[in-house]
């Protein structure tokens, strides 16, 4: 049956005003039709057949390279036959070994074999089938033995207070705590300092008991809840770095290969208790202490453990990885492609991480095929993705972005991401700011499952915003499939989802029970995360001229100057950023002139000659802001506007060429990354002065 959805809300003056205008990019008559597809194929997306995938899908863990993962290929494959798109599955060989042993043990005092796999709870089937190791994904293969010293979260500044009170990881196994840095840094800087193994746990204060009642009771991870999750700080196979990793290309040896050395295992609080309460030595700084019921101290010891790793790599260290693509050719411009895509694999059933944006990725197909069948192809192709391996570094989508680097680099106009699509009620989205606005627009469009209005309405409403401002829009930073897109194709990117509270990430207890009790217990986020999905590759991929809004982007990346300012003063540098702004005014004023440019052009007629050189040259603002040779720190990263800060891998760190030259101390380094800079935002405003020009004909 299909759901019939009535919108009712009060629309403000200004909403009135804007369902009158053409939509962005859409001469009046394309713009009438797109709003009638729009609003049927929004209710295509149903809670009941996404609970039904979301069924199928979480039915077991399904890590990568397993079988199990192999049969979710399957499965989304024959959904997307059945819809009559076409399909294709990309196959890699990937250097990821999987565990054959784990263990942590206390050995003083009282030795004691710590048992680390997640147990069975009541009401949940998958929590008794099967489950994959606890362990993190490229992590050193060995023995460690040593006295044990706690670091907080492991992060940089937590080490140099290490140091300050005179207490060393070298030659000791370090316990870090998961939360404010991505655990593959805890790896390097724990690896760095000279420890010999480390161990991560969940603390309760963190995502446990300290937040909520803990599952099966409540949604927060029990004492016995264990995050799983990789340890790779490159993007992609670190075998293949930089192309593709397909069948016969020459690989690394894994002595050559960018990946950690030493044993790292990830355990619970249950399992941290075990040790740390027997840790003595200095009190821990003020902001150390967790959710644990002692006094927490950093060590080094008395207590001991060993930590050990056995994996595959000797014997089978390739693994077989799918991606799988459903392809809606387009009629006008098939060249141009708008791309959405989540990751297929996960650390146990996944029903948040990742079935939710599988499951937002199909449902949006089948909306799309389905009006196709009567009668509305898109001008652009759409390709619906799933991505393979994103858990062990992204891998799947950056072979496919570096095995097609040429055909994307030509015609991506858009790379869309669901990664945990629905897990609770609140609204977050973000990306690229040139896609913002449509996204906003989109999610008007969309009723918010609490029946009280649009998802844009109950977003702004929870953001807690003043009535002249928009509800803020998340970065793009790092962990996650858009990095391959838009770090290092410079294709502009956009990413939503419905979060809520838990305690189940990289989890066996991430699990269809879990999901019907606590995340989305009438998968109607789900249905609304896939109506966002429909309705964002429909309008874009039906768009006249491109809806990037590079005035958005202008007045966005000006306020990362002030910052770049500041650091400049503290160094008492002589450097100016006056020629940099000047250069982001010109791109904000060309932005601008453009937009009037093309409402004009749309309100008349524009042939299909004129809008194609015109969308080609837009496609060139965002790339403008990449380069060849990359960061100098890392060149696989090209884009200079965004990247994740390399001393956090989660945090987002903006204008990074020159924000890294300023953390290096490099007064010149700095002053010629701002030269260039400004250097690429004239390009940009050469791109958008040529697509300004090609409307006219010229
Ligand atoms: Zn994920």
Redesign the pocket.
Same mark, same amino acid.
């Given at each position: 049956m299909r759901i019939h959805i009535v919108v009712a809300v009060c629309m403000s003056a200004a909403a009135a005003a804007r369902a009158q205008q053409p939509l962005v990019g859409y001469s009046a008559a394309n713009s009438a039709s797109e709003r009638r597809l729009e609003a049927s194929a929004i209710t295509r997306p149903s809670p009941s057949t996404a609970a039904a995938h979301s069924k199928q899908l979480s039915r077991e863990a399904h890590v990568s390279g397993t079988p199990a993962q192999a049969r979710t290929r399957d499965y989304v494959i024959a959904q997307l036959k059945r819809w009559g798109l076409e399909t294709e599955v990309r196959a890699y060989d990937v250097w990821m070994p999987h565990p054959t042993s784990v263990h942590v043990a206390r050995l003083s005092p009282q030795p004691k074999e710590l048992q680390l796999a997640e147990p069975p709870v009541p009401g949940d089937p998958t929590s008794s089938l099967p489950q994959y190791p606890t362990v993190n994904g490229y992590s050193g293969q060995g023995n460690a033995t040593g006295e044990v010293v706690y670091v907080n979260y492991g992060l940089i500044e937590d080490y140099a207070q290490l140091d300050s009170m005179g207490v060393s990881v070298k030659g000791r196994i370090a316990i870090a705590r998961y939360g404010r840095s991505f655990r593959g840094i805890k790896a390097r800087e724990a690896e760095k300092h000279g420890a010999i193994g480390l161990l991560i746990y969940s603390d309760p204060q963190d995502d446990g008991f300290v937040v909520g009642d803990v599952y099966p009771e409540g949604p927060m991870r029990n004492s016995a809840g264990v995050q799983r999750g990789s340890i790779l700080n490159v993007d992609g196979d670190p075998s293949t770095p930089g192309y593709g990793s397909t069948q016969g290309v020459p690989r690394l040896a894994p002595d050559k290969m960018d990946i950690p050395h030493i044993p790292v295992v990830p355990i619970s609080y249950g399992n941290a208790a075990e040790l740390l309460r027997f840790v003595r030595g200095a009190n821990v700084p003020r902001g150390w202490q967790g959710g644990l019921s002692f006094h927490y101290h950093a060590g080094p010891g008395p207590v001991k453990a060993r930590v050990s790793v056995m994996d595959d790599r000797a014997m089978r260290p390739l693994k077989p990885i799918y991606d799988t693509f459903g392809v809606i050719r387009g009629g006008e411009f098939p060249d141009e492609l708008v791309i959405i895509g989540g990751?297929r694999d996960g650390w146990g059933p996944g029903a948040a $991480?990742?079935v939710s944006?599988t499951v937002s990725v199909l449902e949006a197909a089948r909306a799309v095929a389905e009006e196709v069948k009567n009668g509305a192809r898109p001008k652009r192709t759409i390709i619906f993705a799933t991505w393979d391996a /994103? /858990?062990w570094g992204l891998i799947g989508s950056t072979e496919f972005v570096e095995g097609d680097s040429l055909r994307l680099s030509r015609g991506a106009v858009a790379y869309l991401n669901q $990664?945990?699509a629905a897990q609770g009620a609140r609204f977050g989205g973000g990306g690229s700011p040139s896609l913002r606005p449509t996204l906003r627009d989109v999610a008007r469009l969309v009723p918010d499952p609490n029946g009280k209005g649009s998802v844009y309405r109950e977003w702004r409403r929870a953001s807690a915003v003043a009535d002249s401002a928009e509800p803020p829009m998340g970065d793009p930073g790092g962990g996650?499939d858009f990095a391959g897109f838009y770090n290092h194709l410079g294709i502009p990117i956009a990413e939503w989802g419905f979060g809520g509270a838990g305690g189940v990430y990289h989890s066996q207890y991430d699990s269809f029970a879990w999901m019907s009790k606590f995340g989305d217990s009438s998968f109607a986020y789900h249905a609304a995360a896939a109506r966002i999905a429909t309705a964002m590759v429909l309008r874009v991929a039906n768009a006249d001229v491109l809806p990037y809004d590079y005035e958005e982007f202008a007045r966005t990346i000006r306020r990362y100057v002030a910052p770049v300012d500041r650091a400049i003063a503290d160094h008492h540098w002589n450097i100016s950023t006056t020629e940099l702004q000047r250069a982001i005014d010109r791109l904000q004023h060309e932005a601008a002139a453009f937009a009037a440019a093309r409402d004009s052009a749309l309100a008349g007629s524009v042939n299909t000659g004129a809008l194609t050189r015109t969308n080609q040259a837009l496609m060139q603002v965002e790339r403008a802001f990449t380069r060849p040779e990359g960061l100098r720190t890392r060149p696989w990263f090209r884009n200079l506007i965004y990247v994740a800060d390399e001393n956090n891998g989660y945090a987002n760190m903006a204008l990074p060429s020159v924000n890294e030259a300023i953390r290096a101390g490099n007064e010149a380094l700095t002053r010629s990354e701002i030269e260039d800079l400004t250097h690429h935002f004239d390009q940009a405003v050469e791109a958008l002065t040529a697509a300004r020009g090609a409307l006219h004909g010229s």
């Amino acid at each position: 049956m299909r759901i019939h959805i009535v919108v009712a809300v009060c629309m403000s003056a200004a909403a009135a005003a804007r369902a009158q205008q053409p939509l962005v990019g859409y001469s009046a008559a394309n713009s009438a039709s797109e709003r009638r597809l729009e609003a049927s194929a929004i209710t295509r997306p149903s809670p009941s057949t996404a609970a039904a995938h979301s069924k199928q899908l979480s039915r077991e863990a399904h890590v990568s390279g397993t079988p199990a993962q192999a049969r979710t290929r399957d499965y989304v494959i024959a959904q997307l036959k059945r819809w009559g798109l076409e399909t294709e599955v990309r196959a890699y060989d990937v250097w990821m070994p999987h565990p054959t042993s784990v263990h942590v043990a206390r050995l003083s005092p009282q030795p004691k074999e710590l048992q680390l796999a997640e147990p069975p709870v009541p009401g949940d089937p998958t929590s008794s089938l099967p489950q994959y190791p606890t362990v993190n994904g490229y992590s050193g293969q060995g023995n460690a033995t040593g006295e044990v010293v706690y670091v907080n979260y492991g992060l940089i500044e937590d080490y140099a207070q290490l140091d300050s009170m005179g207490v060393s990881v070298k030659g000791r196994i370090a316990i870090a705590r998961y939360g404010r840095s991505f655990r593959g840094i805890k790896a390097r800087e724990a690896e760095k300092h000279g420890a010999i193994g480390l161990l991560i746990y969940s603390d309760p204060q963190d995502d446990g008991f300290v937040v909520g009642d803990v599952y099966p009771e409540g949604p927060m991870r029990n004492s016995a809840g264990v995050q799983r999750g990789s340890i790779l700080n490159v993007d992609g196979d670190p075998s293949t770095p930089g192309y593709g990793s397909t069948q016969g290309v020459p690989r690394l040896a894994p002595d050559k290969m960018d990946i950690p050395h030493i044993p790292v295992v990830p355990i619970s609080y249950g399992n941290a208790a075990e040790l740390l309460r027997f840790v003595r030595g200095a009190n821990v700084p003020r902001g150390w202490q967790g959710g644990l019921s002692f006094h927490y101290h950093a060590g080094p010891g008395p207590v001991k453990a060993r930590v050990s790793v056995m994996d595959d790599r000797a014997m089978r260290p390739l693994k077989p990885i799918y991606d799988t693509f459903g392809v809606i050719r387009g009629g006008e411009f098939p060249d141009e492609l708008v791309i959405i895509g989540g990751h297929r694999d996960g650390w146990g059933p996944g029903a948040a $991480d990742n079935v939710s944006g599988t499951v937002s990725v199909l449902e949006a197909a089948r909306a799309v095929a389905e009006e196709v069948k009567n009668g509305a192809r898109p001008k652009r192709t759409i390709i619906f993705a799933t991505w393979d391996a /994103e /858990e062990w570094g992204l891998i799947g989508s950056t072979e496919f972005v570096e095995g097609d680097s040429l055909r994307l680099s030509r015609g991506a106009v858009a790379y869309l991401n669901q $990664d945990v699509a629905a897990q609770g009620a609140r609204f977050g989205g973000g990306g690229s700011p040139s896609l913002r606005p449509t996204l906003r627009d989109v999610a008007r469009l969309v009723p918010d499952p609490n029946g009280k209005g649009s998802v844009y309405r109950e977003w702004r409403r929870a953001s807690a915003v003043a009535d002249s401002a928009e509800p803020p829009m998340g970065d793009p930073g790092g962990g996650s499939d858009f990095a391959g897109f838009y770090n290092h194709l410079g294709i502009p990117i956009a990413e939503w989802g419905f979060g809520g509270a838990g305690g189940v990430y990289h989890s066996q207890y991430d699990s269809f029970a879990w999901m019907s009790k606590f995340g989305d217990s009438s998968f109607a986020y789900h249905a609304a995360a896939a109506r966002i999905a429909t309705a964002m590759v429909l309008r874009v991929a039906n768009a006249d001229v491109l809806p990037y809004d590079y005035e958005e982007f202008a007045r966005t990346i000006r306020r990362y100057v002030a910052p770049v300012d500041r650091a400049i003063a503290d160094h008492h540098w002589n450097i100016s950023t006056t020629e940099l702004q000047r250069a982001i005014d010109r791109l904000q004023h060309e932005a601008a002139a453009f937009a009037a440019a093309r409402d004009s052009a749309l309100a008349g007629s524009v042939n299909t000659g004129a809008l194609t050189r015109t969308n080609q040259a837009l496609m060139q603002v965002e790339r403008a802001f990449t380069r060849p040779e990359g960061l100098r720190t890392r060149p696989w990263f090209r884009n200079l506007i965004y990247v994740a800060d390399e001393n956090n891998g989660y945090a987002n760190m903006a204008l990074p060429s020159v924000n890294e030259a300023i953390r290096a101390g490099n007064e010149a380094l700095t002053r010629s990354e701002i030269e260039d800079l400004t250097h690429h935002f004239d390009q940009a405003v050469e791109a958008l002065t040529a697509a300004r020009g090609a409307l006219h004909g010229s």
